[in-house]
Nanobody, 114 residues
């Protein structure tokens, strides 16, 4: 059974930083494409960042330059380092895995507010 468990969300002031973590289990993690998505109420879930099995990364326009996605295959972990956070980054952030089919975590809330 594949499980993705996110952690690291919380309340942070504008300009601050957070590091989200996602622990995967039940999957051949080293060959899995991993992504972070985010969603606000009433809106679609948007792709934030992708990291391939090769380590290659891509980012949304809003994340590029401020967020960094990384992975540790030995620990089966994927991370999202978020810097210079803005109120518009407030959302539920979801971990996503793609290996023959899609898998989602339960999400972690990030709130950027003073």
């Amino acid at each position: 059974q594949v499980r993705l468990v996110e952690s690291g969300g919380g309340l942070v002031q504008p300009g601050g930083s957070l590091r989200l973590s996602c622990e995967a289990s039940g999957i051949d993690f080293s060959v899995t494409t991993m992504r972070w998505y985010r969603q606000t109420p009433g809106k679609q879930r948007d792709l934030v960042a992708t990291i391939l099995r090769t380590g290659a990364t891509t980012y949304s326009d809003s994340a590029r330059g401020r967020f960094t996605i990384s992975r540790d295959n030995a620990k089966k972990m994927v991370y999202l380092q978020m810097n210079t956070l803005k109120p518009e980054d407030t959302a539920v952030y979801y971990c996503y895995a793609l290996l023959r089919r899609e898998y989602w975590g339960q999400g972690t809330q990030v709130t950027v507010s003073s």
